[in-house]
């Protein structure tokens, strides 16, 4: 068992940055590739970024890349979600996941079996 919590949401001007945390409990965090999904109302759960159990692989979706950086510390039991450039389209809930490491960058939310309660970030214009 994971149990995931999500910090670091707020409300930001368009060209700002925000960090986000994701805290998880258990002492198997490092053997779970992980993942940060956003959903806008209305609209299904995207993809955002996932990275290996190691941190050496990451994987971003196009609309993000470049401007967001996902990365993880095993020893704090943290992966964070560093959003630069932010836009009003980035707008939603963030949630960070937990997925086994074989499903390494997955694009899909049936892959991750552990989710957060997600935190909001909102991007004025």
């Known amino acids: 068992q994971v149990q995931l919590v999500e910090s670091g949401g707020g409300l930001v001007q368009a060209g700002g940055s925000l960090r986000l945390s994701c805290a998880a409990s258990g002492r198997t965090f490092s053997s779970y590739a992980m993942g940060w999904f956003r959903q806008a109302p209305g609209k299904e759960r995207d993809f955002v970024a996932a990275?290996?159990?190691?941190?050496?692989?990451?994987y971003y979706a196009d609309s993000v890349k470049g401007r967001f950086t996902i990365s993880r510390d095993n020893a704090k039991n943290t992966v964070y979600l560093q959003m630069n450039t932010l836009k009003p389209e980035d707008t939603a809930v963030y949630y960070c996941?937990?997925?086994?490491?074989?499903?390494?960058?997955?694009?899909?939310?049936?892959?991750?079996?552990?989710w957060g309660q997600g935190t909001q970030v909102t991007v004025s214009s």
């Open positions: 996941a937990a997925a086994p490491a074989y499903y390494a960058g997955s694009y899909s939310i049936n892959d991750y079996a552990y």
């Open positions: 990275i290996s159990w190691s941190g050496g692989n990451t």
